[in-house]
């Protein structure tokens, strides 16, 4: 089969859209840091939805570790295809908006350079919540990361997010350009203003004037972004090109929906991203806790419970009717309350919604995905609104479960016995602790929560949080998942009954 690219997209089968503009005349105004799945299937498209009608804003794509990317999608001429699937039609299209794709380790003072260019006007990152080399309890700079120590010595030849964002700021200084936008994609909260705070504080580190300079030059808009992109597989890849006629080497599976709210806030011309579907606003922040309490939140509770339960995707898991029934429960009940309004919106249709698009049957979103990077992704999507609940005397049961299963997970052997492969940048500190503790939960629960990066220091020394998870961790390691989920599904039906 022939490869998708330039000379062969003609002869895709009429219906899949593509380019409807010039490739050759789109400028690369847009750096983005972090080429994966999730960019290609999100803020790519939307980007080049307006590139027909303003050739300015194409992408210079960068990896930041490895070639994979680069290798499938440069003999592609930087195209791939997007597939949006529902389980009952799919809609396909081909995406133009990559001018090009760096690895970023191959040459980081090529990529400095391009950072440099003053055609490049914003630059935006999907580096995952452990990119931000940051302690995602209290956001503060990890001033003794290895990468941090060796960007702020090195800063011509970096090797971090931090390291080329203010890398490529402090030569755009030195020669008198402007600043280009920083545009924080990553689910954080408040995630343009924890981006400003570490560049700043980055900067710092090895020169004042420079951070002074981007406290007071450079823009940083939060964003809210969302779509379900799960990594990509081999049976994609096959039933894509089948599906195209070409050989598509890294193509994206994803659902109908995406959805990007913007703070408007640049500093300088923006693309038109509204004109594509997403929406800029002033403040951001009751839409990305919203969708970080709620999507992300259930997200990684299905992912934890799912997994004990032997469920390999989030579709699988939430075919359980009891994982399924207490996930609703916990964001209608747990969640919900702990949200800012926002003027008209309809959160009851939203969760419904949510509760949808994780059935989807055209998604294989694998739980151990999901389960990935816990110790970064807990404080967002689960303990803020733990915090919340407890200030305010209102019970946790399920979301202490959630965090729970996560401890369970980390304990490093699955209910049958077999060990489960721990992706977590904290990985060998969580298996020292589980080794040490072993699988007791009231020794297990106070070892875990004595990591206050990731726990802080007024979660573990509050004892309705402490016992709620230890509690919770005991039946997981004594009755398993599946007796747990359902049995605190009952006691809390009953709690409402009397
Ligand atoms: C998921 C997210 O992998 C994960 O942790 O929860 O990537 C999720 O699919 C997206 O945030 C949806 O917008």
């Known amino acids: 089969m022939d490869r998708l690219g330039t000379a062969t997209l003609h002869r895709l089968p009429a219906g899949i859209v593509r380019p409807d503009y010039d490739r050759t005349t789109v400028a690369t105004g847009i750096v983005h840091l972090g080429l994966g799945a999730f960019h290609r299937g999100h803020q790519a498209v939307y980007t080049d939805a307006l590139l027909k009608d303003d050739s300015r804003w194409g992408i210079l794509g960068v990896s930041l570790r490895s070639p994979d990317t680069r290798d499938a999608l440069e003999p592609q001429g930087g195209l791939y295809s997007v597939t949006a699937s529902d389980g009952a039609g799919h809609a396909r299209r081909v995406i133009g908006a990559l001018t090009g794709v760096a690895v970023a380790p191959e040459d980081p003072a090529g990529l400095i350079a391009r950072l440099a260019d003053p055609a490049v006007r914003i630059v935006s990152t999907t580096v995952t919540e452990k990119g931000y080399s940051h302690d995602p309890a209290t956001g503060a ?8 120590r060796h960007d702020a010595l090195n800063l011509t030849h970096p090797r971090s997010t931090l390291g080329f964002i203010v890398g490529g700021l402090r030569l755009r200084r030195q ?6 936008t920083v545009l924080a994609c990553d689910n954080l909260p408040a995630n343009g ?14 020169d004042r ?3 002074e300079w981007i406290a007071d030059n450079v823009r940083f808009p939060s964003t809210m972004v969302d779509r379900i992109v799960p990594a990509t597989t081999d049976a994609d890849r096959a039933d894509v090109s089948a599906a195209l006629g070409l050989d598509d080497a890294w193509p994206v599976v994803t659902e109908p ?8 806030d640049f500093g300088g011309d923006r693309p038109a991203w509204d004109a594509s579907g997403a929406q800029f606003v002033r403040d951001v922040a009751p839409f990305e806790l919203m969708k970080l309490r709620l999507l992300n939140g259930a997200h990684s509770t299905i992912a934890y419970l799912g997994y004990l339960m032997g469920c390999e995707t989030v579709a699988a898991a939430m075919a359980e009717p009891d994982l399924a029934g207490l996930v609703e429960d916990m964001m209608r009940e747990e969640v919900t309350p702990t ?21 989807n049957p055209a998604l294989k979103h694998r739980t151990a995905q999901i389960a990935m990077d816990g110790s970064q992704k807990l404080p967002q999507r689960l303990l803020g609104t733990i915090s919340d609940r407890l200030a305010r005397g209102l019970p946790i049961t399920r979301l202490a479960l959630a965090v729970a299963g996560w401890m369970r997970y980390v304990s490093g052997t699955d209910e049958q016995g077999q060990p489960i492969a721990l992706r977590d940048p904290l990985a060998i500190r969580l298996r020292a602790l589980a080794d040490d503790a072993g699988p007791i939960a009231s020794r297990l629960t106070p070892a875990l929560l004595s990591l206050a990066s990731v726990f802080g220091n007024d979660l573990p020394s509050d004892p309705r949080f402490t016992s709620a998870v230890e509690t919770a ?7 398993g998942a599946r007796a747990t989920i359902a049995q605190t599904r009952v006691a809390r039906r009953a709690d409402l009954m009397d």
């Open 175 to 180: 020669r008198g350009l402007p600043p280009y």
């Open 339 to 359: 949200l800012p309004a926002l003027g008209g919106f309809d959160v009851p249709a939203y969760r419904a919604a949510l509760l949808n698009r994780f059935r």
């Open 193 to 206: 203003h924890t981006l400003r705070g570490l560049a700043i504080a980055f900067a710092g580190l090895i």
């Open 257 to 264: 929906f995406s959805q990007w709210v913007i703070a408007d």
């Open 141 to 148: 700079l990890r001033a003794d990361d290895p990468d941090i």
């Open 209 to 211: 004037d420079l951070a």
């Open 473 to 479: 961790l005991d039946s997981l390691f004594h009755q």
